[in-house]
Protein backbone atom coordinates (compact mmCIF):
# COMPACT_ATOMS: atom_id res chain seq x y z
CA UNK A 1 0.00 0.00 0.00
CA UNK A 2 3.07 2.28 0.77
CA UNK A 3 4.40 2.32 -2.02
CA UNK A 4 0.73 2.42 -4.55
CA UNK A 5 0.53 6.04 -2.52
CA UNK A 6 4.56 6.74 -3.38
CA UNK A 7 3.56 6.13 -7.07
CA UNK A 8 0.48 8.44 -6.70
CA UNK A 9 2.05 11.18 -5.07
CA UNK A 10 5.13 11.32 -7.34
CA UNK A 11 2.93 10.95 -10.59
CA UNK A 12 0.50 13.86 -8.77
CA UNK A 13 4.07 16.30 -8.42
CA UNK A 14 5.12 15.48 -11.94
CA UNK A 15 2.07 16.47 -13.20
CA UNK A 16 1.61 19.22 -11.64
CA UNK A 17 5.29 20.21 -12.02
CA UNK A 18 4.94 20.09 -15.96
CA UNK A 19 1.75 22.28 -15.79
CA UNK A 20 4.15 24.83 -13.33
CA UNK A 21 7.11 24.85 -15.52
CA UNK A 22 5.57 24.93 -18.96
CA UNK A 23 6.09 21.66 -20.45
CA UNK A 24 2.27 20.82 -20.39
CA UNK A 25 -1.03 23.48 -20.87
CA UNK A 26 -3.56 23.07 -18.76
CA UNK A 27 -6.27 23.90 -21.61
CA UNK A 28 -7.18 27.40 -20.63
CA UNK A 29 -5.06 29.57 -22.64
CA UNK A 30 -2.47 27.66 -24.23
CA UNK A 31 1.28 28.44 -24.28
CA UNK A 32 3.13 31.52 -23.46
CA UNK A 33 5.01 33.24 -26.09
CA UNK A 34 8.11 31.85 -24.44
CA UNK A 35 6.83 28.70 -23.48
CA UNK A 36 6.19 28.97 -27.41
CA UNK A 37 9.71 29.60 -28.39
CA UNK A 38 11.02 26.87 -26.23
CA UNK A 39 8.91 24.51 -27.73
CA UNK A 40 9.76 25.56 -31.45
CA UNK A 41 13.59 24.99 -29.88
CA UNK A 42 13.08 21.76 -28.85
CA UNK A 43 11.67 20.77 -31.71
CA UNK A 44 14.32 21.77 -34.04
CA UNK A 45 16.39 19.75 -32.18
CA UNK A 46 14.50 16.87 -31.61
CA UNK A 47 14.00 16.67 -35.46
CA UNK A 48 17.66 17.23 -36.18
CA UNK A 49 18.54 14.39 -33.67
CA UNK A 50 16.14 11.98 -35.45
CA UNK A 51 18.06 13.18 -38.98
CA UNK A 52 21.21 12.43 -37.64
CA UNK A 53 20.30 8.97 -36.75
CA UNK A 54 17.68 7.73 -38.62
CA UNK A 55 18.77 8.50 -42.89
CA UNK A 56 15.28 7.57 -43.78
CA UNK A 57 13.76 10.15 -41.36
CA UNK A 58 15.30 12.85 -43.13
CA UNK A 59 14.23 11.28 -46.73
CA UNK A 60 10.67 11.08 -45.26
CA UNK A 61 10.84 14.84 -43.90
CA UNK A 62 11.83 15.97 -47.82
CA UNK A 63 9.07 14.20 -49.33
CA UNK A 64 5.74 15.09 -46.26
CA UNK A 65 3.47 17.49 -46.43
CA UNK A 66 3.76 18.55 -43.10
CA UNK A 67 5.71 17.08 -39.65
CA UNK A 68 4.20 17.02 -36.44
CA UNK A 69 6.76 17.22 -33.86
CA UNK A 70 6.25 15.59 -30.11
CA UNK A 71 9.67 16.61 -28.45
CA UNK A 72 9.07 15.90 -24.86
CA UNK A 73 6.17 13.23 -24.08
CA UNK A 74 5.46 12.29 -20.57
CA UNK A 75 4.09 8.54 -19.61
CA UNK A 76 3.33 7.60 -16.18
CA UNK A 77 0.67 5.63 -14.64
CA UNK A 78 -0.06 2.50 -11.81
CA UNK A 79 -3.03 0.44 -13.28
CA UNK A 80 -4.31 3.85 -14.67
CA UNK A 81 -2.02 5.74 -17.07
CA UNK A 82 -1.70 8.37 -19.25
CA UNK A 83 0.28 10.35 -21.39
CA UNK A 84 1.16 14.10 -21.97
CA UNK A 85 3.16 16.86 -24.06
CA UNK A 86 2.77 19.33 -26.51
CA UNK A 87 4.30 19.64 -29.81
CA UNK A 88 4.73 21.36 -33.22
CA UNK A 89 3.30 20.74 -36.85
CA UNK A 90 5.58 22.59 -39.61
CA UNK A 91 4.92 22.88 -42.98
CA UNK A 92 8.00 24.03 -45.53
CA UNK A 93 10.45 24.69 -42.41
CA UNK A 94 7.99 26.65 -40.71
CA UNK A 95 5.67 26.38 -37.22
CA UNK A 96 2.30 27.11 -38.42
CA UNK A 97 0.51 25.38 -35.08
CA UNK A 98 0.92 24.13 -31.50
CA UNK A 99 -0.48 20.89 -30.84
CA UNK A 100 -0.84 19.01 -27.47
CA UNK A 101 -1.13 15.20 -27.07
CA UNK A 102 -2.94 13.41 -24.12
CA UNK A 103 -4.04 9.88 -23.87
CA UNK A 104 -5.33 7.07 -21.07
CA UNK A 105 -4.88 3.71 -20.23
CA UNK A 106 -5.66 1.17 -18.50
CA UNK A 107 -4.32 -2.42 -16.89
CA UNK A 108 -1.42 -3.92 -15.11
CA UNK A 109 1.73 -0.77 -15.49
CA UNK A 110 3.78 1.23 -13.60
CA UNK A 111 6.28 3.49 -14.15
CA UNK A 112 7.19 7.00 -15.70
CA UNK A 113 9.19 7.63 -18.73
CA UNK A 114 9.49 9.89 -21.40
CA UNK A 115 9.46 10.23 -25.04
CA UNK A 116 9.51 11.97 -28.50
CA UNK A 117 8.01 11.35 -31.44
CA UNK A 118 7.55 12.41 -34.91
CA UNK A 119 5.13 11.94 -37.14
CA UNK A 120 5.37 13.03 -41.06
CA UNK A 121 2.43 13.41 -42.90
CA UNK A 122 2.64 12.33 -46.36
CA UNK A 123 -0.61 13.86 -47.92
CA UNK A 124 -3.42 16.81 -48.13
CA UNK A 125 -5.69 14.64 -46.92
CA UNK A 126 -3.59 13.84 -43.75
CA UNK A 127 -3.02 17.42 -43.14
CA UNK A 128 -6.51 18.42 -43.89
CA UNK A 129 -7.90 15.51 -41.25
CA UNK A 130 -5.60 17.36 -38.07
CA UNK A 131 -6.70 20.43 -39.03
CA UNK A 132 -10.65 19.95 -39.08
CA UNK A 133 -11.17 17.10 -36.88
CA UNK A 134 -11.07 19.71 -33.63
CA UNK A 135 -8.90 16.94 -32.65
CA UNK A 136 -7.26 13.71 -34.62
CA UNK A 137 -6.92 10.52 -32.18
CA UNK A 138 -4.63 8.28 -33.43
CA UNK A 139 -5.81 5.31 -34.82
CA UNK A 140 -9.20 6.60 -36.00
CA UNK A 141 -8.83 8.36 -39.59
CA UNK A 142 -5.91 8.05 -42.01
CA UNK A 143 -3.70 5.42 -41.66
CA UNK A 144 -0.36 5.48 -39.61
CA UNK A 145 3.09 3.56 -39.53
CA UNK A 146 5.34 3.57 -36.64
CA UNK A 147 9.13 2.67 -37.94
CA UNK A 148 11.85 1.68 -35.63
CA UNK A 149 15.22 2.08 -37.56
CA UNK A 150 15.42 -1.35 -38.60
CA UNK A 151 11.61 -0.94 -40.30
CA UNK A 152 12.59 2.70 -41.52
CA UNK A 153 15.79 0.94 -43.65
CA UNK A 154 13.31 -0.68 -45.92
CA UNK A 155 10.92 2.07 -46.66
CA UNK A 156 11.68 3.45 -50.20
CA UNK A 157 9.70 6.49 -52.27
CA UNK A 158 7.97 3.77 -54.03
CA UNK A 159 6.76 1.91 -50.78
CA UNK A 160 5.33 5.27 -49.34
CA UNK A 161 1.49 4.24 -49.32
CA UNK A 162 0.39 5.41 -45.85
CA UNK A 163 -0.92 8.62 -44.82
CA UNK A 164 1.13 9.32 -41.77
CA UNK A 165 4.70 7.69 -40.49
CA UNK A 166 6.11 7.93 -37.31
CA UNK A 167 9.14 8.01 -34.96
CA UNK A 168 9.18 7.14 -31.80
CA UNK A 169 12.39 8.27 -29.90
CA UNK A 170 14.99 9.48 -27.10
CA UNK A 171 13.10 6.94 -24.68
CA UNK A 172 13.86 7.28 -20.87
CA UNK A 173 12.81 5.82 -17.83
CA UNK A 174 11.31 2.86 -16.42
CA UNK A 175 7.65 1.89 -17.91
CA UNK A 176 7.43 -0.86 -20.47
CA UNK A 177 6.23 -0.52 -24.40
CA UNK A 178 4.98 3.26 -26.18
CA UNK A 179 1.78 3.39 -28.19
CA UNK A 180 0.42 6.30 -29.99
CA UNK A 181 -2.61 4.54 -31.19
CA UNK A 182 -5.55 6.53 -29.07
CA UNK A 183 -3.54 9.48 -28.44
CA UNK A 184 -5.55 12.74 -28.63
CA UNK A 185 -3.68 15.63 -30.64
CA UNK A 186 -5.67 18.92 -30.16
CA UNK A 187 -4.22 22.23 -31.70
CA UNK A 188 -3.43 24.74 -28.93
CA UNK A 189 -2.80 28.60 -29.41
CA UNK A 190 0.22 30.82 -28.41
Given at each position: ?K?R?T??V??L?V ?8 C??N ?6 P ?8 N ?10 S ?8 R ?12 K ?6 G?I?N????Q ?5 G ?10 F?AG??S?GY??F ?8 N?H ?9 G???V??D ?10 TLL ?6 V ?21 P
Amino acid sequence: MKSRTTLTVLGLTVALGLLESGCVTNGGGGLSPGMAAGLDSNATAALQSLYASTPAAKSLGRKAKAILIFPDILKGGFMFGGQIGNGVLRQHGRTVGYYNTVAASYGFQAGLQSFGYVMFLMNDAAVANLHNTGGWEVGVGPSIVVLDSGTASTVTTTTLLSDVYAFVFNQTGLMAGVGLQGSKITEIQP
